[in-house]
């Protein structure tokens, strides 16, 4: 039995309830239409197969390690399709529903305006639109992360057990943030930031490391260690979305480099208005929030300038030289390259803040007019729709599914399990199919099919294309490039097969149709795709090395036995209090406190 | 009576209006042309 009164589960459970419709309002195309979402970033295949890439073993950067190896395990249990579902909806309730629980001080209706703002925001908004959910994945983790860190410092004089308990927690944060190195950065960085004390910053450190591991491993041991074209720093730097530069952009939480996943009402007066709101709910909401949250503010203020400091830094002359010069010369700095990213920390800050600011309203309000509770509660709970009310416009597109032609099942009934690469053409990374989205989606074929897929890895924004940072990508275009040229198709054959391309596939969709070198037969024609095999044997690639595959799935095995460790701790925590049981089952440090 | 009745339904009436004009609208535009026929595609554009 819940041992706390009816009323105080009542509140949370109204609160969730909130969260849930505005999420199910979000998702709406995605919750009511079957398929696979298929647009922009957003790529879900009905059962991804494992690859050691996806463990950062390839030699592109390890930009999605580990996301893509759980999503390959999650697949095996309950398939693209619903994954992508519960992932997508998961997101969005734990941003929601950890956002309201941070202000659990404050009054139910400021709760809810933060828990609605949590979700219904310009960063959220374009980041789903563009389809990088696992961005939004740290982006929700980044509450718990605070919530996590205010347990442990509010332990930080008890003893051992206690604070591993609590340290357990703000791990199990920490690691849901940091399925990519971005999200592993971030919340690494605010885990030590806010719960760095006298007696718990070991503990904090230990958590920043650990969650570092899974990418860094294997880019430390040079599995990904190319760096990348500086000219993606002014394409990928935040962008202006209306008069007033970059800077005021990102302080209303918007400023994507992407002008398609911006909605059109952040281009004129509401986006203005939007800024106007997130400034002056951090100003205004300043100091009630200290006392909300008096151990966590300051230094969550502190990360958000930093992360807008790190989000500007590209867009101004000065710093976008740096971050080219960084690019251009340290592997794995192309991590940098996409400045509005790193807003995260100060989004955070205005979702508390948003909270904050209308708790104060909402207490002069009681004090000076009660009547007017009611109104400045509904105007707090409805101002992040106003402010934004085509956030639909971008995002549901993108989380709109569709079906695969059973072209797809086709192919991967000829190749999955084969030996030898297969290349997907044309000779792109991104996609636009007639049968999907209206908006380019990247490749799905190396989410489809079990074997190894080269593709393109050179970006395309606006007219600019961007140099790619996989050397076997590289060497594979510019056989295929050969191909297309009067005599070289013979020698691009064998280059192929040196190279190990046993399979071509041609994607017949799109507007060009790319020249085939000879040595290749058909084995499958469809509407949609076409595939090759050469005829002739091709040569076996080298793996990664069996010590690195070793010494990278070691490190990812105990990051894992500590993450679940963890996770039966905070469940055991969590279960204990719940339940007020008696003091002998109490675990030897909380008997007698 | 005003502030406790007449306020709250006002202030939630305009906003909600506002929300759903946003949430029809955005969903009326005029339909895409076929995309595929692009040669070159384009992850974005500034």
Known sequence: MDPRPRAGRLVPAALDLWVAALTVLLLWPLLTEAGHPLARDLVFTPHQPFRLAWLGLGDSPARAVPLDALVAAADLVVGGALLARVALVGILVLAGCAAHRLLRDAHPASRAAAAGFALWNPFVVERLALGQWALLAAYAACFVVVAAAVRLRRVSEQGRGARTRAAAGLLVGAALASITPTGAVVAGGLAAVLAWTRGTRRLAVAVAVIVQLPWLVPALLGASGSVGDPNAVEAFAARAERPGGALWSLLGLGGIWDSGSVPPSRGGVLGHVGTVLVVGVVAFGWPRLRRLLPEAAPRLAVAAAVGLGLAVVAAVPGGSAGVRLLVESVPGAGLLRDGQKWLLPAVVLAVLSFGAVTDRALRAARTRSPGLLATVGTAALLLPLAVLPDATRVVWPTVRPVDYPVDFARVADVVDGSDGSMASLPWAPYRLYPWGAASAVYDPASRWFDVDVVMSDRLSVGPLTLGGESVRSATVGAALARAGQPGGTPAAAADLRRLGMRWLLVQADAATRPALPAGYVERFRGTHLELYESADPVAPQPDPGMLRIATVVGTDALVAALVLVAMVLVTRDRFIRRRGLPAGMLPRTQRGS | ?46
């Open chain 2, 1 to 46: 009576m005003l502030t406790k009745v007449v306020g709250p339904i006002v202030a939630g009436a305009v906003l909600a209006g506002v929300g759903l004009f946003g949430l029809v609208s955005s969903q009326t535009a005029p339909p895409e042309t076929n995309p595929a026929s692009q040669e070159i595609i384009t992850y974005g554009d500034r």
